[in-house]
């Protein structure tokens, strides 16, 4: 068995790359796409999800690797910071899915479960009163989000916590050995589906059929590229562009 771990932030196409490679025979994965409970367990109290690497005790990491069996291979998948803002959004504001939290609660420690629960509820509350009708939390908490949520808007939120999970898996893959990591452009996929699945293949090491490969991205449309920039509108993204521009450079897309 080849594990392989695709890292993104949120609203960037991981769901959309997950669900083609395990549709591919000998190719599997959990079928829930929220695993920060295996991150979190046994530092459940830590104030945020950028939990430094000396909190992984021996316990720890024996909870983890069980999990995961192995981790060997990465693939790094990201895309425009303004198009998975306005994408992020949505999120932060969506209704209440009872189908979606019960298939999500099978992956949670058993042992986590209330202070989860707990956790959850508060959120909805908080949405009922909210002016934004926004949850309490979504997404990725940064090390200093109290501070973000109250100096910043929803859509500043978003913009920086697509710029905080970019810049942290960046500093990590930059330090590994050549061939560990393959970064793919939302972008590039979603318009290339086949010629970028193809080069995701031979990075796992995994044969298929042309035809296959045809078949298991024909769902993939680039509709989406540009749909959260225009639901910003120009003035906000304006503002987001000035916030985490520099993120955006670097990758092209400013």
Known sequence: MQPLIVIGAPRSGTNMLRDILTSF???????????????RHGNLSFPSDEIPSEFASSSVKRFIRKSF??????????????DATGSAK????????????????TYVPKMDLPYYAFRYLCSRVYRFFSREKRLAFWGPT????????HNYTLNEVC????????EKAEEVFSSMPEGKVLRVRYEDFVCQP?????KILDFMGKEASTEDI????KGVSPLSLGKGRKALGDIEVA??????????KRYDYL
């Open 159 to 166: 913009a920086l916590q697509w710029q905080r999970c970019i």
């Open 239 to 248: 503002k987001l562009e000035r916030l985490i521009g520099d993120t955006l």
């Open 25 to 39: 025979d000998g190719v599997a994965t959990w079928p829930c796409d929220e695993i920060n409970y295996i991150w």
């Open 194 to 198: 086949i010629q970028e699945l193809t």
């Open 142 to 149: 940064l090390e200093d989000m109290s501070t973000i949520l």
């Open 69 to 82: 069996n192995d981790i060997r291979k990465y693939i790094f998948i990201y895309r425009d910071g303004i």
């Open 90 to 105: 949505e999120r932060w504001t969506a209704k209440l899915d009872i189908p979606y939290i019960l298939k999500k609660v």
């Open 214 to 217: 045809s078949m298991s991205v």
